[in-house]
Every structure is written in C-alpha cells, then in structure tokens.
C-alpha cells in the first residue's frame, strides 16, 4: 500500500474509525489517530490506561504486508484497556 493512501484515512475530517487487514489476516482496527504514525514503515502504539501521556508498547507493519483498509462504524469486539487493538 503506497503512504498516501493509508494518511488519506488518518488525516479524514471527519476522523472516521478503521481496520488495517494485512496479507496474512491479522487487523489492526485504528479508533483515533493518534495512534499511528506513517513513514517507511506504519507504526502503532499501544496505550493501555486511556488518556495517558505514554505508550506501553508498539508494533510495527510494512506497508507492503497491508491488504487493505475497512472502514468500521464500532468496534468487532467490546473496548479493552487498550487503545488500539490487534486482532490475530
């Protein structure tokens, strides 16, 4: 997936909830974009207590893994701690 189009759903106004699906079916649903950050590579942190000032962990996807990208109204499954999910 080329950048532009993977920060052409982060940048939306209004911001609108997405799913990252990669080759191998992992997602990655994306509810705010402070989330992410798109460089050569995509990175997504982890926050476990909402609000908090710092990360508790990060994964990072090459764009070449992503498959596509699915908007989502809610999300697939309850909210947990974390900000971001990861599904496998």
Same mark, same amino acid.
């Given at each position: 997936?080329?950048?532009?189009?993977?920060?052409?759903? /982060?940048?939306?106004?209004?911001? /609108?909830?997405?799913?990252? /699906?990669?080759?191998?079916?992992?997602?990655?649903?994306?509810?705010?974009?402070?989330?992410?950050?798109?460089?050569?590579?995509?990175?997504?942190?982890?926050?476990?207590?909402?609000?908090?000032?710092?990360?508790?962990?990060?994964?990072?996807?090459?764009?070449?893994?992503?498959?596509?990208?699915?908007?989502?109204?809610?999300?697939?499954?309850?909210?947990?701690?974390? /900000?971001?999910?990861?599904?496998?």
């Amino acid at each position: 997936m080329r950048p532009e189009t993977l920060m052409s759903h /982060v940048r939306a106004l209004p911001a /609108v909830p997405f799913r990252i /699906v990669l080759n191998s079916g992992r997602t990655y649903e994306i509810l705010h974009r402070e989330i992410i950050s798109v460089g050569r590579d995509v990175f997504l942190y982890f926050y476990c207590t909402p609000g908090a000032e710092y990360f508790d962990r990060w994964d990072t996807v090459s764009l070449l893994l992503i498959e596509r990208i699915e908007q989502i109204d809610k999300p697939s499954r309850p909210p947990r701690a974390e /900000v971001a999910r990861s599904e496998e």
